[in-house]
């Protein structure tokens, strides 16, 4: 067996131990399955939840794949090899890439398609699904974004694009509260401020624009009026042309059961959402999705990839609050599980560029809620570290599924809290309240110290459910 990657050493972890030991040429280093035909090998780029569900879909649709984690977790070892190599390290990430004669590359996170990952990718010949950096840009800024928006006529909230504090001030006071100040750069999450008064209006500015709160991504903000309904995420998969609405989810932002308290980077999702039925869908197509890429396509911007509409329900009609280029975290975790068709055959056309005219692409009629577990004290300060106990048990129950996001294995293989959202345990059921129950049941069981996680995700399709 010397030279090919199997899990020689049996730990189902696939990580190629023979070949780690002895450098050979890596033509011959590539593996073969046990009927002799060449796995595919696959690139994922990412650390979190949303990279772990990506390489989970990608393995149940590809068992044999050989599947490359960059960097990965503490979970994604037991399906992917971890490569040590960070997001932001693109020329490393092409050469790696080359080398393995890796065929298809996902990229989770948005910094490394803002920064370009995608061009130096084609640029190189080798193939990724992803938009470029110029269409990266409708996450990237959120200026441009409103820019694109306005020119297509998609609906969104009124709006001014600032530069100079004195003005924001007067733009603020002008408008009144509640308002919204954003940061038009990449701000991890964190640069959108709802405001109910003036007063911390002025001041979020202040703090974006002349304290620099966010780097050069508060330089320029979008004062935005303030929207009230109900939040929605859906997510299509586009050549530029053609888009697939994923099964739309919602996503849990605030840190406390029933919405109150600091905003985090998600504390749990579910899918699918009946506000969201085929009508609402169809309008966000029609209304939203083609003008945007209509726009972009005519600016010489063509988006490929994922394109997540973070959307605000108000009396029935969608506008939009924030376009992402990539998947969502928490949502990926609840809509993954739900796919009936394969992700794979839509990555490495649009990575081809080729059509996704006439793809067929299906939903199962179940429903999946992901509960967040998270470390105490975040979306503040956190300890890592702690030992993290998943009960066997779970793995045998199919309607559980136990995605990882900040854990790593220690020196000892112990595995152990790494971050401010550690887990995600996804349940599985005929409706969204017994999927709840499912993932509440995993969350509960899963012991850390310091584990905290909202028992209610959920909770407004619940109180929907018990409606009607
Ligand atoms: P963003 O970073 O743009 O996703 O915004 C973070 C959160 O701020 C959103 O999930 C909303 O809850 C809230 N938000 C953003 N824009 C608006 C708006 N125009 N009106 C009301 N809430 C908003
Ligand atoms: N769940 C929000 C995001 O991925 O941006």
């Not at 490569?83 to 890439?97: C, M, N, R, S, T």
């Not at 004062?223 to 998969?237: K, M, P």
């Not at 699918?272 to 972009?296: E, K």
């Not at 992700?343 to 649009?350: A, E, S």
Request: with cysteine; hydrophobic share 40%.
């Amino acid at each position: 067996m010397i030279g090919l990657c199997l899990d020689d050493d049996g730990d189902g972890d696939g990580d190629g131990d023979v070949v780690e030991a002895i450098p050979i040429p890596i033509a011959i280093a590539i593996a073969v399955t046990k009927t002799g035909s060449i796995p595919m090998r696959i690139l994922v780029v990412g650390s979190g939840g949303r990279e772990h569900t990506l390489i989970w879909q990608l393995k149940r649709e590809q068992p044999d794949a050989q599947i490359y984690a960059a960097p990965g977790n503490g979970g994604t070892k037991a399906l992917a090899e971890s490569v040590p190599l960070k997001p932001g390290e693109i020329e490393e990430l092409a050469d790696f890439a080359d080398s393995r004669e890796i065929e298809l590359t996902v990229v989770g996170p948005e910094a490394p398609l803002a920064d370009g990952i995608v061009d130096v990718f084609s640029g190189r010949g080798l193939k990724i699904f992803g938009p470029s950096k110029a269409a990266a840009e409708l996450e990237g800024s959120k200026a441009f974004a409103k820019t694109i928006m306005e020119k297509a006529g998609v609906p969104t909230a009124g709006h001014r694009t600032l530069t100079d504090y004195e003005e924001t001030e007067r733009y603020i006071r002008e408008r009144g509260a509640p308002i919204v100040i954003k940061a038009s750069g990449l701000a991890a999450g964190k640069g959108a401020i709802v405001c109910q008064t003036v007063d911390d209006a002025v001041a979020a500015a202040h703090s974006m624009m002349v304290d620099k709160s966010f780097g050069d991504a508060g330089t320029t903000v979008v004062v935005e009026d303030c929207l009230v309904g109900e939040e929605l995420s859906i997510l299509y998969l586009t050549d530029g042309e053609h888009a697939i609405p994923l099964i739309p989810s919602q996503d849990h932002k605030p840190i406390g059961e029933g919405d109150i308290g600091l905003n985090t980077g998600g504390m749990g999702a579910y899918a699918p959402v009946s506000i969201a039925d085929d009508a609402l869908v169809g309008r966000v197509s029609d209304t939203i999705v083609m003008p945007t890429l209509a726009q972009m396509r005519a600016e010489d911007r063509i988006f490929r990839g994922v394109l997540y509409c973070g959307l605000m329900i108000v009396d029935g009609d969608p506008y939009v609050i924030e376009f992402n280029c990539r998947f969502g975290d928490p949502e990926t975790q609840a809509i993954l599980p739900l796919l009936d068709s394969s992700l794979l055959d839509v990555f490495q056309k649009v990575a081809r560029g080729e059509s996704l005219a006439g793809t067929d692409f299906r939903f199962s009629r179940r429903a999946a809620v992901c509960t967040v577990l998270a470390s105490k004290g975040y979306p503040g300060r956190y300890e890592k570290g702690k030992v993290i106990d998943v009960p066997e048990s779970l793995a045998d129950d199919p309607d559980m599924i136990v995605l990882h996001a900040g854990t790593r294995r220690d020196t000892e293989g112990k595995l152990v809290t790494d971050g401010g959202r550690v887990l995600g345990v996804v349940g599985l059921g005929d409706d969204v309240s017994g999927a709840a129950a499912k993932s509440r049941e995993a969350a509960t069981a899963i012991k850390f110290s310091g584990k905290y996680f909202r028992g209610d995700i959920g909770y407004r399709e619940i109180e929907r459910q018990s409606r009607s």
